[in-house]
Each structure stands twice: as structure tokens, then as C-alpha cells.
């Protein structure tokens, strides 16, 4: 069936370190992918999206490359700030499901100090 | 900014109790979901819901789990005899009409504790 595996937390940073946090996946067909970012106290927010091959989501400075011939979406921020601080979740929706099912990865935590 | 939002944010139980969990999904929205994670696991699909009925469900929604939409509003998951195994934070999402690429918004969550 459909996984995702996404690296182990928690990952410390200091302030205006560069970020990466691993994501692959298992699936059939062409999934979309998406993170999604728990701040503390929050529900799930999405933070970016890709749904085909090369195409690369960005917001608020994070980045992420859907990469079919590695089967990954690594989340990557170039300078992270204290506010980035939280809880980061890999995400997948198969191709053929319309009705919003996704397969999380375990998240990864993201601890940021000044 | 519309959100969605549950209550209650952090409820114990004993085992062998029935448990409502509530949900308000953002006004527009028409296809709602459950999700749960047990502590330390992923978060796990358990239920889709859309025209007033389940559109899909895991293995773990079994015949102790129901959805309901009583209202216009409210989105609700009744657990009907709460086990030690059902203690996790349980999410709630809503997604508006034809966004079939999986952008759900989720409410903050709701703590279930069952002793």
C-alpha cells in the first residue's frame, strides 16, 4: 500500500540555519504530495503542494521537489527564524482518490533557537 | 480567516464509555473527515463524509465508530465504547466541493484520554 517515511525529529537548528527534513514515498501511479505544518496549539495547516513529476512547491521561504526517479519531497528552508518552530508532516493523496484521503508521514519535529 | 473548529479540546473517559466529539467545518465546505493519531504514530485516515453519508472509511472505523451531520453546522464522531487503544488526539477536516487535490483544513484537534 501506500507510506510515506519522513526523517526522525526532533531536529534543533539555530536561528537563520539551513533547513532539510527528508520525505519519500511508496505509491502507485502518480501521487500528489503535500507538507503540512503544526504550530504549537494549531491544527494541520498546508504549507506547500506538488502534484506531478518536477513540480516544485514554495511558501512562506520553504521548498519542496516533487522527484519521481527518487521518490522523495524534501522540505528545504534556507534560513529558518524562531517562528518555524513546529511540527512538519509529508504528505500523500493517490492519484485516483477525489475524496481528500491522505497518507501522513510520522512528522518531524523542528526546534529553532535564537 | 475561517477555520476549523472541535470540541472539546481534551476530554477523559473511562473505558467501556460513549464519547461525542464535535466539529464545526469552515461555512462553504462539503466534504469532511476524521483523522486520528495515536501518540508517538503517524496521523491516520479513519472516515470521509460527503452528501450526508460515509464515502470512505479505514479498518479502523469499525461498528464502534459513527459520523453524524445533525445539523447544518456540526460534524460529529461517536465512539460508542471507548477502549484503552482509542486514546489519541483525533482531528477534524473539511475540504470545499471539487478540491480533489487533498487540500484539507484541520481544526486544532481534540484530545481523547480513556482510563
Known amino acids: 500500500g501506500d507510506s510515506v517515511t519522513q526523517m526522525e525529529g526532533p531536529v534543533t537548528l539555530s536561528e537563520e540555519a539551513f533547513l532539510t527534513i527528508n520525505c519519500t514515498y511508496t505509491a502507485t501511479g502518480y501521487p500528489s504530495l503535500f507538507w503540512y505544518v503544526q504550530y504549537p496549539g494549531e491544527g494541520l495547516q498546508l504549507l506547500l503542494k506538488a502534484t506531478k513529476a518536477d513540480d516544485k512547491g514554495s511558501n512562506k521561504g520553504f521548498e519542496a521537489t516533487y522527484r519521481k526517479e527518487t521518490t522523495s519531497f524534501h522540505l528545504e528552508k534556507g534560513s529558518v527564524q524562531v517562528s518555524d518552530s513546529a511540527v512538519y508532516f509529508c504528505?500523500?493523496?493517490?492519484?485516483?482518490?477525489?475524496?481528500?484521503?491522505?497518507?501522513f508521514g510520522a512528522g518531524t519535529q523542528v526546534v529553532v533557537t535564537p | 480567516e475561517p477555520e476549523v473548529t472541535q470540541t472539546p479540546s481534551h476530554q477523559v473517559t473511562q473505558m467501556g464509555q460513549e464519547v461525542i466529539l464535535r466539529c464545526v467545518p469552515i461555512s462553504n465546505h462539503l466534504y469532511f473527515y476524521w483523522y486520528r493519531q495515536i501518540l508517538g504514530q503517524k496521523v491516520e485516515f479513519l472516515v470521509s463524509?460527503?452528501?450526508?453519508?460515509?464515502?470512505?472509511k479505514s479498518e479502523i472505523f469499525d461498528d464502534q465508530f459513527s459520523v453524524e451531520r445533525p445539523d447544518g453546522s456540526n460534524f460529529t464522531l461517536k465512539i460508542r465504547s471507548t477502549k484503552l487503544e482509542d486514546s489519541a488526539m483525533y482531528f477534524c477536516?473539511?475540504?470545499?466541493?471539487?478540491?480533489?487535490?487533498?487540500?484539507?483544513?484541520f481544526g486544532e484537534g481534540s484530545r481523547l484520554t480513556v482510563l
Open positions: 504528505a500523500l493523496s493517490p492519484t485516483t482518490d477525489s475524496w481528500g484521503k491522505l497518507q
Open positions: 463524509f460527503y452528501n450526508n453519508e460515509i464515502s470512505e
Open positions: 477536516a473539511s475540504k470545499v466541493v471539487g478540491a480533489n487535490t487533498g487540500e484539507l483544513f
